[in-house]
């Protein structure tokens, strides 16, 4: 009797043997906490970008980032931010943080990003800034977003949790006309160093406020004090700030990890690829693909199952040994942002009708040609297994 193939899980994060050794260095040298590997990873990304005048703070997460950016555009009580229902609780919560009024908008049916005529549909005196979402390593419609902010005098912040790297109009995510974005070093990312992030900054002064609000309001980060001439107990604390900063163990994975994230990235569209030509013809709603001359980092798979419901596609994966998820569960179906912000799936139709359909399939550089084969055999299997046909199809 063959054996049965261990569980694919859903995500795993691409590890080798140079995140052990930068780590290992990391250990050894130390300086464990935000220092000299953290300066660096900092520097690289800003080469990686390309424009090494753009302002960049590491951060010990992508809600940290967000945070941050709103923060220093000066967010408070009575504005409200622009964000959509389709997304991870983070982009919306931030927001909250500072006293702000989150405004949710749909999203369009073809991209599954935020919707630029929804967005325009809910400006108002109050509203003082956008939350763009790159959703699955697609890039939204940025050049109709940003001259759309600038109409109305609105800051733009690009939540690219998803979009490393990814490009728009030929231009990559991170150096566009924004006022900041914000990339995730999450576990499951296309580049990751266990938790962590970057915040991308445009403006010397945002940077500064951002800088010094990352480390509880200090004006001089731990490094600068314990490595400079000046006492270490001399610094000042300029306003009650967070503790935000990225360590230097988690920063060495991130040394490693972006040297290789071309790479990495390239296996994922391979996989992409492979899914897209094998289920062409099964009852799916594939993902959308990039515009021509841009770069889809692939950060997730996600289809529409049009041939049964969508949970039983899921536990029949499951039970085939797939690891699978669901991108996502809409802000409108969370009882918290339901009933304080008075949302209906009538108001979100876009979101609530993918929602309902979407699975998200395994996709990451780890993954051999034979394990990208399971996928698309178990999802053939299934869909041509008989079900019952979705209520929603």
Known sequence: MPATPPFLPFALPDIGEQEEREVLETLRSGWLTTG?????????????????QLQL?????????????????????????????????????????????????????????IDPERVAERITARTRA???????????????????????????????AHALPASHAGQRIGTLDSDATVFSFYANKTMTT???GML???????ARRARAMRLHGIDRDAFARFTSQ?????????????????????????????????????????IAAQYRQALADLPLRLPPLPLPGDMHAWHLFVVQVQGMERDA????????????????????????????????AADFPVSQAVYERTASLPIYSR???????????????????????SAVA
């Open 194 to 196: 266990g938790e962590g």
């Open 367 to 389: 993954m051999d040609d034979g394990q990208v084969q399971r996928v698309m055999d178990a999802v053939r299997q299934v869909l041509q297994s008989g079900a019952q046909p």
């Open 36 to 52: 000299p590997k953290v300066r660096r990873l900092e520097e690289e990304f800003a080469r990686f970008l390309g424009q090494p």
């Open 230 to 270: 000046v006492p270490a107990w001399r610094y000042d604390v300029i306003a009650p700030g967070f503790k935000y900063n990225l360590t230097d163990i988690a920063a060495a994975i991130g040394l490693a990890q972006l040297p290789r994230l071309h790479a990495m990235q390239q296996r994922r569209a391979q």
């Open 200 to 206: 991308v900054l445009r403006d010397p002064a945002h």
């Open 57 to 113: 703070l590491a951060v010990n997460s992508a809600t940290s980032g967000l945070h941050l950016a709103l923060d220093a555009l000066g967010v408070g009580p009575g504005d409200e931010v622009i964000t959509t229902t389709h997304t991870f609780t983070a982009t919306a919560e931030v927001i909250r943080y500072l006293g702000a009024q989150p405004v949710l908008v749909d999203i369009e049916p073809d991209s599954l990003c």
């Open 130 to 160: 956008l939350i763009v979402v790159h959703f699955a390593g697609r890039s939204a419609d940025m050049t109709a977003l940003l001259a759309l902010a600038r109409r109305h005098g609105l800051y733009v912040i690009e939540d690219a």
């Open 313 to 344: 596609f899921v536990q029949a994966m499951f039970e085939r040994g797939i690891g699978m998820s669901v991108h996502y569960v809409p802000l409108h179906q969370m009882s918290y942002w339901r009933e304080s912000c008075s949302l209906q």
